[in-house]
Each structure stands twice: as structure tokens, then as C-alpha cells.
């Protein structure tokens, strides 16, 4: 299936369409950069993002929260791995992740999500 492609910013590159493996990581993406809630048609779509916007946050809810969110993917078959880094003051957050597919191919790639509110 081809899809319009975005840019790291999440905007629309024009002329441009995605498919196969870049696709799927152009969704993966997208589905970490999206906030719960913000799509109208489905309010558990995303990122649950207030488990880092605690005071103090919880390493292992934050990591189970992007488990989820990879998850909402309906190709993926398993999470092999996510990592973060996270900087509060920056309001930086960069999350690497690897995935197996049902079709077993191991992909991954780099979200990063700049606009954070803490």
C-alpha cells in the first residue's frame, strides 16, 4: 500500500508517496508523535503521553506505554526493544525502537518529538 510521506516534522512532503518497511516505520512514527486523545475518531490512539509528564516519571510505565503504542500497529508481531532519552528542561524526547513484523522482518528506526508539554 503507498501513503503520502512525511518529513521528520511531521508535515506532508509533497510529490512524494512511502511504501513497504517505510511506511510501516513512517506509521510507527507518526503513532509515537500522537498524543491520546488528539485523533477525535480514537480516543486510545497514540502515545499515552502522561507518564512522562509526571513530576516524577516511572522508567517501566513509560516503557510499557511505548510498548502499547507500537503495538496499536496491526503488523507488528513483537517489540524487540525501545529506548529513550528524554530531556525535561529541553523538552526533547527521542525514542528508538526495533519491531518485528508478522511477516518476520525486524525493522526500527527514531521518533523524535520536540513539543512536549511538561
Not at 9 to 36: A, F, H, M, S
Not at 87 to 106: D, Y
Amino acid at each position: 500500500m503507498h501513503t503520502l510521506k512525511y518529513n521528520d516534522n511531521g508535515d506532508w512532503v509533497l510529490n512524494e508517496l512511502v511504501y513497504g518497511d517505510d511506511q510501516l516505520i513512517q506509521n510507527y512514527k507518526q503513532l509515537l508523535r500522537t498524543r491520546v486523545t488528539e485523533w477525535m475518531f480514537d480516543d486510545y490512539h497514540g502515545f499515552r503521553r502522561d507518564v512522562i509528564e509526571k513530576k516524577l516519571p516511572n522508567k517501566k510505565e513509560i516503557v510499557q506505554a511505548m510498548h502499547d503504542c507500537l503495538y496499536q500497529e496491526p503488523r507488528t508481531a513483537e517489540v524487540l526493544s525501545v529506548e529513550y532519552e528524554f530531556n525535561r528542561i529541553k523538552r526533547f524526547l527521542s525514542i528508538n525502537f526495533r519491531v518485528r513484523t508478522i511477516n518476520g522482518k525486524e525493522i526500527g528506526g527514531e521518533a523524535v518529538v520536540n513539543q512536549i508539554w511538561v
